[in-house]
């Protein structure tokens, strides 16, 4: 076990250095999750039949196919068949954000819908068109509901994260894969490998907290 | 017409083995999975103070820990300390363990939210601890539970397609296996995509149609979409 | 009285929710600086009125001018020119939640107005001190009572500079010590000249100051006229049974 350990410090910082590829396919997926979730919650709450319509099924799709499926039917069939190359790292941020802008316009869409229906009102009998009012006053107060909400989705994708070693994107798992496979390691390296997704859930969980309680709204609690 | 052909005879067969595969990891693991949940969280909530910490252990280290590298922890890790699984086993094993943690979570805030006069009302009639917490307290905090518990049912066929990574050859490793035996990736990962699809479907309207069914006046209940 | 048009003009106004027909043909006419005031029973469609003059419930049937001229609710344009014009208080206030008093009125005027900022924030902190709350503008809608959340919400409406006011019941979600805060402001805008329609079951502080009050009941106006006829000497039946109800209410809580 001893002899194991110091195998483990030897090769530490490579594994390591996986955080810095899971933390940009992490935060990119979030991002671009983001902005099309916000989108997407728009257009469910406030658009017409069709396009409520549409945005339901997109949900259902990304939210009813595995992950893994995704990323081997992105990568090896769609992607190839319009003969356009990415990397497994592009293709393993799009597909994350794909699937989480699926889960995120759920959420947003959940937030838009608790505020009371007096604030678009409000914002109308001061003479706001409805797109001002969606900008000015129902966004900010839906954002900022939606913060717990993000909080778990990242958890989520950090830890869907390692599926795209499947792809071959060296993350942490991929790298722990490695040099378990040199080592002979296996058990404890895949414990280290564990900790440090609990360690980067914990550390986000806490800077999510500090964002929450940043822009939080005096007084207001719901 | 020749591509219809082909799928059907020679695809379709071999991605059949492969759902019934995925159910035959998915069902057990469901039900393991959902024990272990209501243990650990009737634990974390009534246990003496050392079940609880252990049940706090376990679950922050299964929901912590990514599906992934559980799967490799049981598959490639046991061995290690002299431990040998199959890699039905061990993903029936992964599977069961992991989502376990997330339904504890549930039964445990459920559990929480039950109103402190049942407790104290079914004292008052001579029920003991024990008796009152599954003949009250569950009943009332299933109610309030299931829909997390049910959307762990779907997120688990859907990770059941891990279990490939660990050489289990289900659903999506057929199709894997498939794709890269006859070159046709888009066609085959779409049709495993669309089995997920109608399974995850099924699935959610079965659990909406359960829900319904055991609902009373008073426990609200959101819907699944 | 030198201009005799109606500043607002409410035709045959109709609404039903399936069934529920909540007002069957309403007219009624606003001149410049008059107070009318509507007065009846829960449910009898007042609410409803208000929120169909402001087209915030879209009506079945009828037409409403300003100043003479026939809004068409379905150009953008025209009605969000419209409901600047015609200021709107809820009885629940709805401010907005996520910003503090001064850019609850600071928000109209920047972005739809399009103002300058800074003009903007003049005028913003001119109406919190009409309504006495320039020393609580930087509080949170949750930060703030409910007599002050209607009192900046008077001062958001007042912001835009609005030729009408429509006010719908606005003490009634207050504690009764609140009242009178929001009564005192609703009286300096009466006699700033305010054009206003309020709808309320506070008889006594609405015959002060109605020029002319309608008992609507069941979605229609049963009986309009001078406060002194509609509240002590109604015609029908109806009206003075509710009105003697009501007062009864009144003198006995104050």
């Not at chain 2, 376990?58 to 049981?74: A, E, I, K, T």
């Not at chain 2, 660990?166 to 495993?192: D, H, M, P, Q, R």
């Not at chain 3, 409403?64 to 409901?83: P, Q």
Request: a positive charge; charged letters at 20%.
């Amino acid at each position: 076990m001893l002899q194991g350990f110091i195998v483990i410090s030897e090769n530490l910082p490579y594994i390591l250095g996986g955080i810095w590829v899971t933390l940009t396919v992490v935060v990119g997926a979030l991002i671009m999750g983001l902005s099309l979730g916000l989108v997407l919650s728009v257009a469910q709450v406030y658009g017409s039949r069709v396009v409520r319509r549409t945005v339901g099924v997109y949900v259902w799709f990304f939210r009813g196919i595995p992950l893994l499926v995704l990323l081997f039917l992105f990568y090896f069939g769609i992607l190839a068949n319009l003969q356009i190359e990415l990397s497994p790292f592009i293709v393993s941020i799009i597909v994350l954000g794909l699937i989480s802008s699926a889960y995120q316009s759920q959420i947003i869409r959940g937030a838009i819908l608790s505020l009371p229906e007096g604030q678009l009102k409000a914002a109308r009998s001061i003479g706001m068109s409805d797109s001002k009012a969606i900008v000015f006053v129902i966004l900010p107060q839906a954002i900022r509901l939606s913060i717990p909400g993000w909080t778990n989705e990242y958890t989520i994708i950090l830890k869907d994260s390692a599926v795209t070693y499947a792809l071959g994107v060296t993350e942490i798992l991929a790298r722990s894969r490695h040099v378990a496979e040199r080592t002979y390691q296996h058990f404890w390296i895949y414990i280290l490998a564990g900790c440090i997704f609990l360690l980067l859930t914990y550390v986000g969980t806490k800077l999510f907290q500090i964002l929450e309680e940043k822009v939080r709204t005096p007084g207001y609690t719901q | 017409m020749d591509e219809l052909l082909f799928l059907r005879q020679e695809v379709a067969p071999e991605l059949l083995a492969g759902v019934w595969m995925s159910i035959k990891l998915i069902v057990p693991s469901a039900i393991f999975g959902f024990f272990i949940g209501i243990v650990s969280g009737v634990f974390r909530v009534y246990g003496h103070p050392v079940l609880k910490r252990l049940a706090g252990l376990y679950v922050l280290f299964f929901r912590g820990f990514p599906l992934l590298v559980q799967l490799y922890l049981w598959y490639f890790g046991l061995p290690r300390i002299g431990i040998y699984l199959s890699p039905f086993a061990a993903a029936v094993i992964g599977f069961s363990l992991c989502s376990g943690a997330y339904h504890s979570e549930y039964i445990r805030g459920a559990l929480l939210s039950v109103k402190k006069g049942q407790l104290l009302a079914a004292y008052s009639l001579g029920f003991s601890k024990i008796r009152a917490v599954f003949s009250i307290l569950l009943p009332q905090a299933m109610r309030r539970a299931l829909p997390g518990n049910g959307n762990e049912f779907i997120y688990l066929i859907k990770y059941s397609s891990l279990a490939y990574m660990v050489t289990c050859i289900e659903l999506t490793g057929k199709g894997s296996i498939l794709a890269n035996f006859y070159f046709k990736y888009l066609e085959i990962f779409a049709i495993v995509g669309a089995i997920y699809l109608v399974m995850v479907s099924i699935a959610t309207w079965g659990l909406n149609y359960l829900e319904d069914r055991i609902a009373i006046p008073g426990f609200g209940r959101p819907k699944y979409n | 009285m030198a201009d005799q048009t109606p500043v607002l003009r409410i035709q045959n106004i109709k609404k039903s929710y399936g069934d529920n027909k909540v007002l069957k043909g309403v007219s009624l006419e606003l001149n410049r600086g008059g107070i009318k005031v509507v007065i009846g029973p829960s449910g009898g469609g007042k609410s409803t009125l208000l929120h169909c003059i402001n087209f915030l419930v879209g009506l079945d049937e009828g037409r409403i001018y300003l100043n003479g001229k026939e809004i068409i609710h379905n150009r953008k344009r025209e009605l969000t020119a419209y409901r600047q014009k015609v200021g709107m208080i809820f009885q629940d206030f709805n401010l907005f939640d996520h910003l503090n008093a001064l850019h609850n009125v600071l928000i109209g005027p920047v972005r739809v107005k399009k103002l300058p900022k800074s003009e903007a924030r003049e005028r913003a902190v001119a109406e919190l001190e009409r309504v006495g709350l320039r020393d609580h503008m930087t509080k949170y809608p949750a930060e703030l009572s409910g007599g002050q959340k209607q009192r900046v919400s008077i001062a958001r409406a007042l912001a835009m500079d609005p030729e009408v006011m429509l006010l719908d019941e606005p003490t009634s979600a207050l504690d009764p010590e609140l009242i009178g805060e929001v009564h005192e402001v609703i009286r300096d805008l009466a006699s700033g000249g305010m054009t206003m329609l309020l709808v309320t079951h506070e008889v006594g502080f609405a015959s002060s100051l109605a020029d002319e009050i309608f008992f609507m009941e069941d979605g229609k106006i049963v009986e309009q006229g001078p406060p002194q006829k509609i509240l002590f000497n109604a015609e029908c039946d109806r009206t003075r049974e509710f009105c003697a109800k009501i007062g009864r209410l009144h003198n006995n809580s104050s």
